[in-house]
């Protein structure tokens, strides 16, 4: 590894981010670390911790943020954690309970109970601080992405007390109380700009905002109870390190969430990435500035759909291909599943497509 | 009741899907027959019998078909039944398990898996014969909606074994072996269709084809894979009866769902109605016929959002007046939700969306 290559900010993935000329196409997997991979289930059952205590154990995040970069060699390692974790340091009792997910004991729904919720300086984020500082020597030179879940994804599990398909209770208290949903995600939009803040001072080299639920939105709706809050955070952030912003089911969101402030915007499986990437830049025509000068074009992530890594290898090389051509129309494109890594892929597939990428991306 | 607005094909319902002047805006909710009304609830308990062979009993299924009718005022009947009736009665091993949905005992994933799968012409479907010839002289002019899933979603049943939020092994299925799936698509779409037609020849006056999960698929993959299979249905039962063709998360779906042969196309919560009528009405411009002569304009169906049945009654008000107004620059609309009625939905608030519906759209 040459001295240049290890600078992480000059890194392919960070080039790509900002839209710069890159070697080949940099590749990375949403949810790479964790539960897919056999050296992190054997690590977990060793432990024997709860995932929110194995968040807060340097080490072990330590470890297991280098496991994917190790066996897949990716481009980017992004940081171990969970959203809820800035959450719970704020003082929400939350757990994360196997096969379901974030619950949440006493749901927030009134102002009474938003008061229960701290307030960002008052987390002690210590711990993450000191897992960065531990990885970035190891990562020699692969750039970290840092992480966190944006201001109405954490809201839903909060109001609701856990994951929901409808986000019923988030609907009906953004439309029902719009002061208390404003106060609720303002006050998230703290607690998770401070959470990455703490990742990028300590050394990561981009951020990812995952609004994974985003999608269940009108745009209507998105742009006026979710947007600002998610601008708060991208904006506070940037542009020091590139921004990420993703979610699912964003068809029809990807224009107001690339407006949101990102430099990246993150593609499911829906959208050709060569649609994705004229949606995304179209954002700042809406802007009314006045001579805001040139903005940067914005890069695209994605998009193979993780259900299709059970197909037959023939069929992953034909998407990745087509992924890879769509993505030649973006001015930067970093490979990615259109979702996390399912629990049951195979790490086999996943190693293989990181070799396809590279070899095929070739400049 | 004039003897004019009794007769169901003159009905405002039926000339609203027709893209015909009506005297207000007509309205029914998607699943307005079953779980959210305790007169449902109190006869599931008092038959004591599952809820396959609840449909398979005309007496019953009558009696949940008008149970909405009589209560709400909706200006439709939706044929009460399940996406897997026709399946079940063409020799599939299904049972609908409480809480999760319809369980396949045995999936179907390799041709002898299709073997299984019976013809279309071997399966009885006597019971919904008798069922719509007893329901019509009861509706007294109300229009029946026929029901059935489409050829999509029952595969998506099918392979997977039962409800699934990612459909990989659908997927998988269908890029890894396109023989097998376009035999089980084809096999499904003639199964769809007797049954259609079965509820039309005994008097449903409009259908409505579900292909609740098209939305989990790319607009490549679904004209790749699926839009031939909903055409072969919609066009062999079309235009007899105005035909509604409806998913959820269609956002990027919608004008290839109309090409797939819609007179209506159902629009989730997501897309503003005014969007989506444009998005329906581009797809004529996509056929290569000779002069094919000017389509007739589509319709749309939605969109109130069902999470927002819960919020208070002012947020519904507001929300029942934009979807109104979005609506009117649709050659046609028929009011409804941009999915089914949740279990825990208030009937009251159904009740009062009729009536408000009503009221502010008499023209």
Known sequence: MTSIAADPTDSVFVRACRGE???????WFMRQAGRSLPEYRELRAEAGLSMLETCRRPDLVTEITLQPVRRHGVDAAVFYSDIVVPVAAAGVGVEIVA???PVVAEPIRSSADLARVGRAEDADLSFVEEAIRLLIPKLEGTPLIGFAGAPFTLASYLIEGGPSRSHAKTKALMHGDPQLWHGLAERLAEITSTFLRVQIDAGASAVQLFDSWAGALSEADYRRFVLPHSAAVLQEIGPVVPRIHFGVGTAHLLTAMAEAGADVVGVDW???LDQAAALVNVADLRLDGSE????RPRAVQGNLDPALLSAPWEVVDHEVRRVLAEGEAAPGHVFNLGHGVPPEADPAVLTRIVELVHKISVR
Do not use: F, I, L
């Open 292 to 295: 805001p000068g040139p903005a």
């Open 21 to 27: 000329p890159v070697e080949h196409t940099p590749v």
């Open 99 to 101: 096969g379901t997910g």
């Open 270 to 272: 829906r959208t050709p």
